[in-house]
Every structure is written in structure tokens, then in C-alpha cells.
């Protein structure tokens, strides 16, 4: 079944280490997105990728890291200078395929950091 | 700026009834794509309808429907004869196409579907 995936389901680091976050899809999709909720607030913007070998921040980059060498990966690094990176994270894909704007959503990444 | 607001963070309704969510926008561009994602209890996020702005006739999935109205910039979401797996967290979001392909995000409504 086409999808994205993201692993592991919950992460638990250390305060100091960076930790890298998993993100696949086999649904052929250009872009990918990386967003952070927060209980109460709704999905902000961390890094998004229009195509391979590009990416552009979102509105709250500072303290993360992405690339992508293949169409289908988009891994998010949460580096040490995140001072708060105790959140939820969702991987997203979209396609401009007939015009169709729509994100798909992989089923997340819990990351606790003490 | 695009924004998205939605000015209910909680509702509840009974099962069988009727509920409406509220979702207003700001942007200055004319052509633009509306959803409604909701998110259960899970965390997967999911589809639940989309309006194209081009397009006059609001949309409808099943119990889900839209009341679009472009120069209010409201999107507003009637759920019909609710359920209880319709308790969930619902987004407004929207996309403008050809201008950095980001999709903006209202900070959630979250229903209650009570038995």
C-alpha cells in the first residue's frame, strides 16, 4: 500500500544529543513537510522540500536540521540547540498531480527529551 | 500574510445531531484550496473534505459538508448526524498554489461526539 511512514512511533534522547526522525513515502510525491504540534496549537512549520537536493525553512527551523538525497526520504535531525524539543512531529508529502493540493500524513513521532 | 483562525477550541454535540465549525482565512490571493483534516485521538491526521476556491458549489463527503463563502474568507464545516468515532481534533487549512507550497494551519477545533 502506498503511504509514508515515520519511525519510530516514540523517541527518547537525552538532553544534549541530537536525534534524527524517519521519514518515507512510496507515493511518488515531489514535496515533503515536517511539522511540530504542540498541545493546543496547531501545526507549525519546520523544513519543507519542493524537490530532491532543495529544502526551505519554515517558521520555527531554528534548532532542526533536514535533507534529502532520494525523492522518497526526508529525515528531520533535532539538534542539541533546540532548546525545547519535546513535541510531536508529522512527516507530510503532497503532489500537484491534476492539480490535486493535498498532504498526506505519515502517523507521527512522539519525541521526549529530559 | 496567509492565515487561518479557528475561534472554537473545544465543542461537543450529541450523537445523531448537527455541528458546524468555524474556520476563517486571510489571504490576498484568488486562487487557493481549502481542507478540513481531522486528527483522532490516534494522531493520524486525515482528509475529511476539500473546496477548491475556483468552485462556487460547496463541496460534500457523505455526512461531511462546507459552507464556503469566498468574500467572507469563512470555510466552515457541518458535520451531519454525528458519531461517536467523529470525536477528534478538526484543522482548517489551506494551500495557495505557486507561492512556496506551504500549507497554513489553523490551531484546531476539538469535538466531542457525546453518546
Known amino acids: 500500500d502506498g503511504g509514508i511512514t515515520q519511525s519510530p512511533k516514540y523517541l527518547f534522547r537525552k538532553e544534549g544529543q541530537n536525534v534524527t526522525l524517519s521519514c518515507e513515502q512510496n507515493?511518488?510525491?515531489?514535496?515533503m513537510y515536517w511539522y511540530r504540534q504542540d498541545p493546543g496549537q496547531g501545526l507549525r512549520l519546520i523544513y519543507y522540500?519542493?524537490?530532491?537536493?532543495?529544502?526551505q525553512k519554515g517558521d520555527i527551523a531554528e534548532g532542526y536540521s533536514v535533507s534529502r538525497e532520494k525523492k522518497e526520504s526526508f529525515p528531520l535531525t533535532v539538534t542539541s540547540a533546540q532548546k525545547n524539543p519535546t513535541a510531536f512531529y508529522l512527516c507530510?508529502?503532497?503532489?500537484?498531480?491534476?492539480?490535486?493540493?493535498?498532504?498526506?500524513f505519515g502517523p507521527g513521532t512522539r519525541l521526549t527529551v529530559t | 500574510a496567509q492565515t487561518v483562525t479557528q475561534s472554537q477550541p473545544e465543542m461537543s454535540v450529541q450523537e445523531a445531531e448537527t455541528v458546524t465549525l468555524s474556520c476563517t482565512y486571510d489571504?490576498?490571493?484568488?486562487?487557493?484550496?481549502l481542507f478540513w483534516y481531522k486528527q483522532p485521538p490516534s494522531r493520524q491526521m486525515i482528509l475529511v473534505i476539500r473546496?477548491?476556491?475556483?468552485?462556487?458549489q460547496n463541496a460534500t463527503e457523505n455526512r461531511f459538508s462546507v459552507n464556503f463563502q469566498k468574500a467572507a474568507k469563512s470555510f466552515s464545516l457541518k458535520i451531519s448526524d454525528s458519531q461517536l468515532g467523529d470525536t477528534a481534533m478538526y484543522f482548517c487549512?489551506?494551500?495557495?498554489?505557486?507561492?512556496?507550497?506551504?500549507?497554513?494551519f489553523g490551531t484546531g477545533t476539538s469535538l466531542t461526539v457525546i453518546p
Open positions: 522540500s519542493q524537490i530532491v537536493n532543495d529544502f
Open positions: 487549512a489551506f494551500f495557495v498554489p505557486n507561492t512556496g507550497n506551504q500549507f497554513y
Open positions: 473546496q477548491e476556491a475556483y468552485k462556487q
Open positions: 489571504t490576498s490571493e484568488s486562487n487557493y484550496y
Open positions: 507515493l511518488n510525491h515531489d514535496a
Open positions: 507530510a508529502s503532497s503532489t500537484e498531480g491534476l492539480a490535486v493540493y493535498e498532504q498526506y
